[in-house]
């Protein structure tokens, strides 16, 4: 095989990785799911690539060539991600905050293109029906939602009902006094 089409496959699918990320990253959060928009984008790649290898489409070293560029893209972007100078927001993006204090944050949900009965949506497979509960709600990188209760929302734990249990709890080491702080609510 002539090294310079080997070099342009390379070529290729280093710029194939970089504009399908962009794609990814504009189009938002939600569309990557569980993934990370990086995770996304090499299965994408890897099995387009995969698929043209396997039915012949392209000889077997230029599927391996870019195998292997895809996998030292991905490489690259963990150690970036990883030292996170500045490029873990640029590569992966910030959480965004939809409700704040108990109350929508349009903002983010603009941002995201997200609706307010998604947002509800949402909060309910949280376990969670009444926005006045949540102290923070954000739609994670990888597009799943995470929610920060208030505490006087935080479920009822067997400390709060049987005093000898947050006792047992405290001699076990438990974190900042969170047991006394539910006993004295």
């Known amino acids: 095989m002539d090294p310079h089409e080997l070099l342009m496959t390379a070529l290729r699918a280093v710029a194939v990785y970089v504009l399908m990320l962009a794609v990814i990253r504009l189009l938002g959060k939600r569309t990557v799911g569980n ?3 990086f995770d996304l984008l090499v299965a994408l790649m890897l099995g387009e690539v995969v ?3 396997i039915y012949g489409d392209v000889a077997m070293v230029q599927g391996f060539v870019a195998i292997a560029v895809i996998a030292a893209a991905q490489y690259g972007n963990s150690w970036l991600s990883y030292w996170d100078h500045g490029f873990l927001r640029i590569l992966e993006g910030t ?3 939809i409700v704040e204090k108990g109350a929508l944050r349009r903002d983010g949900l603009r941002r ?7 947002a509800l949506a ?3 497979l949280q376990g969670l029906e009444d926005l006045r509960e949540v102290r923070l709600a954000q739609l994670e990188v990888d597009g799943q939602v995470s929610v920060i209760r208030e505490d006087w929302a935080e479920p009822l734990q067997r400390a709060d009902v049987f005093p000898e249990a947050a006792a047992e709890r405290g001699r076990a ?4 006094g969170q047991g006394r702080a539910r006993e004295e609510r």
């Open 173 to 176: 080491g438990s974190v900042g």
């Open 95 to 97: 959480p965004t905050p």
């Open 35 to 37: 993934f990370t928009a």
């Open 122 to 124: 949402e909060l309910r």
């Open 112 to 118: 995201e293109r997200m609706n307010e009965k998604d």
């Open 51 to 53: 698929d043209e290898v």
